[in-house]
């Protein structure tokens, strides 16, 4: 299991690096939900910013479920809370 901040985010990046995006952001939040119950089990609170042109034509709905499906067993264990934005390129124009 991936204890460390940065060995989650790392991890997190490559598992990401399947919906091909020009930008990636991810923030650990942890440190806002001390003594969270969330927190207590050893999963982190996470903002990420994610641009992708695999997001073109899908709604939000789908955006998430396709980072969701990335992110894989971290959504089990390491991952507790995700705030996601997720843009296509142009979205950002």
């Known amino acids: 299991m991936i204890c460390s901040t940065a060995d989650r985010i790392g991890q997190m990046n490559a598992l990401l690096e399947v919906l091909q995006p020009t930008q990636v952001e991810i923030v650990d939040d ?3 939900h001390a003594g969270h119950v969330g927190a207590r089990g050893g999963g982190g609170h996470y903002h990420l910013l994610i ?12 955006r998430h479920r396709m980072i969701y499906t990335a992110l894989g067993e971290m959504m089990k264990h390491d991952i507790h809370a995700l705030a996601i934005v997720a843009h296509t390129p142009e979205e950002l124009n």
């Open 51 to 62: 641009v992708s042109n695999q997001f073109d034509g899908k709604p939000t709905v789908s």
């Open 30 to 32: 942890s440190h806002k």
